[in-house]
């Protein structure tokens, strides 16, 4: 979770150092363990350094190669040491002392700026090539570390974090009303590297850019999300066997260097379950795995309660350190412009949650988090559309038993899977005539309150997709709709919750989304995804001796993140009415909001009295609307 960042003047402008302590200072919680700089002329690098694993111990950043007149700044956790020291001629003994960033800058030496493609683990990278005029930057395969940068006239500057490059006087402070658009309508379908700000970018993860002062920059992109052909065409032992050790070895990798007791949300789901249960045997002596739920009080029956299947991994997993958070009064919207500070975009929805995760981890002495981000597009898909998959494909006999395979387990009619799956085969004009029929036309705009003349603008220059136009979500194919999803996190300028746990202290990584995992899950045959009626066959089989055997045999449900989200927002009446009022006369917020819309649903009884997901997407247009406003006075 270390900073990194810098300024390259084209033209041999001196770098001002108060730019780049600048810079710095704003990411002060990246650095709890020392902040240093490198300035020569028109090149100043800095970085802040958060130890995380044994070697850091050993960290000096920036890294000063003055033979090969390199100088680097890494945030980086490397995970193939030895192959790599192999490679390149490191001697075990001086491996044993040397930081992941000198190993990133001896790559660098060997490959140039293909030795991002040499890498595994998660990183992200600036290099200064003093004999090539050129400053190199990499990202790790799934952009679990990241870097935003800025190309101004006659200057390129980098940060891990946005606020760095805002801290700047040449950076515009100007919202990216696209971003802002896509927010509104829960589009996560990210342009790539699209931040909250015009101007700035994220480096789209598996990818470097070259930046020359005499030629255009180069993005080279050095990996692409798909199967990895040594998993293909084995037996089911194969997959079953491979699952558990590559997940095992994706775990490991974040907790057996580490420093601080490792942390982890736990919801009682496959995918975290999974995780926690692999760190046991891998954590340093002595230590334990630091685990946080939300969860309703004891007692309760809610389905989207997780705290009975927490209770399960507590009972079979001595090595968990757990703590619950059970909300009391606590809102979306409390401390509200202090997020905006920390997050460079608008607070969650829940971000009430995750605020006294991070909170409650870090209070513990965690340095890094994990979660399970990213099961459900890799190892552990959900496959809601299965049952469609083998029909749509003319598996009929496969079909008819697994719907009254399904039937049985969930307890519902069979009758009514089946037409479920009918409908999600029929042609996408039939189920388009469909949705007018139950929902109405116009349905888009009328979901979403976008303020009309940026809807129609952002549509017209396909910056904003309405769902009738993004087939993702109407494929049959699900490992297609795996791969969509996995193209979309890829291009996050940064992962959600990075950043705020960040402003915590607390690294963010993701063991599903390891490079491993992610080409393994490519290639593993469908048939063990969905067997028997049931979801996540492969992972019932690879984990039967680790997972709670009331965990394995549970019904399929959903864990909520916020299983109260419900009376929160009830509980917000008052506030919620009140900023609706205040927005009306706030020319800005018109600009984005349909305001007049807004009032008018609120005045109809239309927006606390619908189902969950009214909720969120009321939730969702007020903390826009908060943000745009708090950063237009802080423009002022």
Known sequence: ?????????????????????????????????????????????????????????????????????????????????????????????????????????????????????????????????????????????????????????????????????????????????????????????????????????????????????????????????????????????????????????????????????????????????????????????????????????????????????????????????????????????????????????????????????????????????MDGFGGDQTLNPRRHRALSALLARGRIGRFVREVRASAARENVPARSLAWIAVRQVLPRPARRWWRRIRHGPAAFSRNFYAAPPLLARMVKSRLLLPPDLLRLYERQDARALDVAMLHAIQRLPHPNQAIESASCGLLLTNPMLDKRIVAFGQAIPEHLHFADGRMRHLARLALQDILPPALLAAARGQEYFDPSFRDTVDGMTAAITDLITRMADNPVLNNYIDVDRLRADQQAGQLLDGPPSQALRLINTLRIARYIDWFDRQNR
């Open 1 to 369: 979770m270390s900073a990194i960042y810098g300024i390259w003047r084209f033209d041999g402008t001196q770098v001002d150092p108060g730019d780049i302590d600048r810079m710095g200072a704003t990411m002060a919680h990246r650095a709890i363990d020392g902040r240093n700089s490198f300035i020569d002329g028109a090149i100043g690098l800095g970085h802040g350094l958060a130890r995380e694993t044994r070697e850091d111990a050993h960290d000096a950043q920036p890294l000063h190669d003055r033979d090969a007149g390199l100088i680097l700044v890494a945030d980086a956790r490397i995970d193939n040491r030895e192959a790599l020291a192999e490679l390149l001629a490191i001697d075990p003994t001086s491996l044993a002392t040397l930081p992941d960033s000198a190993l990133i800058l001896h790559a660098y030496r060997r490959w140039g700026a293909a030795c991002a493609a040499q890498l595994l683990g998660d990183f992200a990278f600036a290099i200064w090539d003093v004999a090539a005029r050129k400053l190199v930057l990499g990202r790790d395969h799934m952009g679990q570390r990241y870097i935003h940068y800025h190309h101004g006239e006659g200057f390129f500057a980098f940060a891990s974090e946005p606020k760095a490059l805002l801290s700047l006087i040449e950076v515009p402070r100007a919202l990216n009303d696209a971003a802002i658009a896509r927010l509104l309508c829960l589009d996560f379908q990210s342009a790539d590297g699209a931040t909250m700000f015009q101007g700035i970018t994220g480096l789209l993860g598996g990818t470097t850019l070259t930046i020359a002062a005499d030629r255009p920059p180069k993005e080279q992109r050095y990996w692409t999300i798909g199967p990895d052909p040594a998993h293909l065409d084995h037996d089911d032992a194969y997959y079953v066997r491979t699952y558990r050790q590559l997940l095992a070895e994706a775990v490991a990798c974040r907790v057996r260097r580490a420093i601080a007791p490792p942390g982890l949300l736990l919801s009682g789901g496959f995918d975290s379950s999974a995780i926690a249960a692999l760190s046991g045997p891998a954590l340093p002596p002595g230590m334990k795995l630091v685990t946080v739920t939300s969860a309703l009080a004891p007692g309760s029956n809610d389905p989207r309660d997780a705290r009975a299947k927490v209770e399960w991994c507590l009972q079979t997993m001595p090595h968990l350190d757990h703590c619950w958070f059970v909300r009391t009064t606590e809102t979306p919207f409390d401390d509200f412009e202090q997020l905006c500070r920390a997050l460079d975009r608008p607070p969650d929805p829940t971000c009430h949650v995750s605020r006294a995760f991070h909170q409650s981890l870090a209070a513990r002495g965690c340095r890094v988090m």
